[in-house]
């Protein structure tokens, strides 16, 4: 199911929609964005880069994250 302004969206029977939960989940804003990219990095480093004196910090790592997050919006 796609948002009314997508090409190629079709129309739902009742009788489907009569029968299934629907579920709309919102896009997450920049916070909620951060707070997923840093916890993904911080299970990535902590594999990749144990013990290193700049990327084991949580700190550092919402940083780069907030960086990550910049650069997508911008691109």
Do not use: D
């Not at 951060?34 to 940083?63: F, G």
């Amino acid at each position: 199911m796609n948002p009314s302004n997508i090409l190629g969206r079709h129309k739902l029977s009742t009788r489907f929609t009569s029968i299934v939960r629907i579920c709309s989940i919102n896009y997450p804003n920049e916070e909620q964005l951060q707070i997923i990219y840093a916890n993904y990095l911080q299970a990535i480093l902590q594999q990749q880069l144990l013990n290193h004196k700049i990327w084991s910090s949580h700190a550092k790592i919402h940083q780069l994250a907030l960086a990550m997050i910049h650069v997508y919006n911008e691109v």
